[in-house]
């Protein structure tokens, strides 16, 4: 029997065509169920969602709120119930430890309403939720300087609410947050310092220990870094001292005469105010007397109330007070000791190149030096980079005169 291709397949029969058709519109069925429905939300009232956001918070439901609470902002863009809609929202994503979320969600509502005058409480959420951020990631322990990054971005987040709303009924507790913070950042600053001294480059231990100084005082960190502090320019006082003594040519040379551009702009300043000391003061004002192993000259009754004894050589705290508060100036060295003082001005050939005062830090004495007035922090800084090797090493810093003479001040009326 010979077999045709027609004989391979059954005929369609109307029985068959009627079964396709079935399953066609079965399958029709099927796909409409799949094709996403219009969420019953938007056909309710704005205030039926909000009651409803409110309900799943009360109960917890924290991402059932979320949906609610995103459903009005979606389909209620200006309704009265929106911006506490948006504040409940991002309290559900903090409950929920969605700490991105809340953040993006606390920005986009202070955007969203720039004038509104409870905006402390989503400035506080927002700090709240990255400073629980940067405690999971310093208690994992994984990643340092990613928790260290978290900390630091917490604590702006904290400084702007503080800022903005000073009298914050928040500002209690972010204080306390902030406390924890600043502890935990100081102890990364010492942790590094102490690795610097084992690599023997005690310039950069100086300034990483005098980062908790200078920012993070009132830490239990703070009495390691004066140690450090004192320690690394102890060293490099001596390192400087030995290589004048082996090579006067070379990196602790002079200052040149002809000092370059950016120092000399605050040549004039340093010259005009150390004639009108020499105007002022009597001969026998200016006779050295010793004093801890360090010439001072003698505080008179021709020196101002806010003037101390000072290594001579030096412009006094006059001086300095007498400058416009709007300027800047270099900071060589700021030390606990001041017998170090002495040292570094005779190993750098300073002589009166340099100003000196004292501060409170702690409740301890530091001695300081500062160099130069400048108009702006931008010359002050040219004139840094254009220091001299030997004075680069203590790693100085650009500070404003203004914050200064306030330092000067407090020292003078707590001693």
Not at 85 to 98: G, H, I
Not at 182 to 196: G, K, P
Not at 199 to 205: I, K, L, T
Not at 317 to 341: G, N, V
Request: charged share 20%; proline share 6%.
């Amino acid at each position: 029997m010979t077999t045709t291709i027609s004989s391979l397949h059954p005929r369609r029969t109307p029985v068959n065509l009627i079964l396709i058709g079935l399953i066609l519109i079965s399958l029709g069925i099927t796909g409409c169920a799949t094709t996403p429905t219009t969420p019953s939300s938007q056909h309710k009232p704005a205030e039926d969602i909000y009651a409803e956001g409110r309900k799943a918070l009360q109960a917890q439901d924290y991402q059932q709120a979320s949906s609610h609470f995103k459903s009005l902002e979606i389909y209620y863009p200006d309704s009265p119930y929106n911006h506490q809609a948006q504040m409940e929202l991002a309290y559900a994503y903090f409950k929920s430890r969605d700490y991105s979320s809340t953040i993006a969600t606390t920005d986009r509502l202070i955007r969203n309403f720039p004038n509104n005058e409870n905006h402390d409480y989503p400035r506080y959420l927002k700090a709240l939720a990255s400073f629980e951020q940067a405690v999971m990631q310093i208690e994992a322990g994984t990643d340092q300087d990613g928790a260290i990054l978290s900390a630091q971005t917490s604590l702006q987040y904290f400084e702007e609410l503080s800022i903005h709303y000073p009298n914050s009924k928040y500002q209690q507790d972010a204080d306390k947050r902030i406390a924890y913070l600043h502890e935990q950042l100081a102890q990364y600053e010492i942790s590094v310092a102490r690795s610097m001294i084992e690599q023997g480059n005690h310039a950069s231990a100086v300034v990483h220990a005098r980062n908790v100084v200078e920012n993070y005082p009132q830490t239990r960190s703070a009495a390691d870094a004066l140690a450090i502090i004192d320690m690394g320019y102890e060293i490099m006082a001596i390192d400087n001292a030995n290589d004048t003594q082996t090579d006067t040519e070379t990196e602790t040379a002079p200052l040149p005469v002809s000092v370059p551009t950016a120092i000399s702009n605050a040549v004039p300043l340093v010259t005009a105010a150390l004639h009108n000391e020499a105007a002022t003061e009597s001969p026998e004002d200016t006779q050295p007397t010793e004093t801890s192993g360090i010439e001072t000259m003698p505080a008179t009754s021709s020196m101002s109330s806010t003037d101390i004894p000072h290594p001579v050589g030096t412009h006094t705290t006059s001086w300095i007070m007498q400058q416009a508060a709007d300027h800047y100036t270099i900071q060589l060295i700021s030390t606990a000791k001041d017998e170090t003082l002495p040292r570094f001005i005779t190993s750098n050939k300073l002589d009166d190149r340099v100003a000196y005062y004292r501060k409170q830090v702690n409740g301890k004495t530091w001695h300081a030096l500062i160099y130069g007035v400048y108009p702006s922090a931008t010359e002050a800084r040219a004139a840094l980079a254009e220091l001299p090797e030997s004075l680069q090493r203590s790693k100085p810093w650009v500070q404003g005169i203004k914050a200064i003479q306030q330092a000067i001040e407090d020292f003078s009326n707590n001693n």
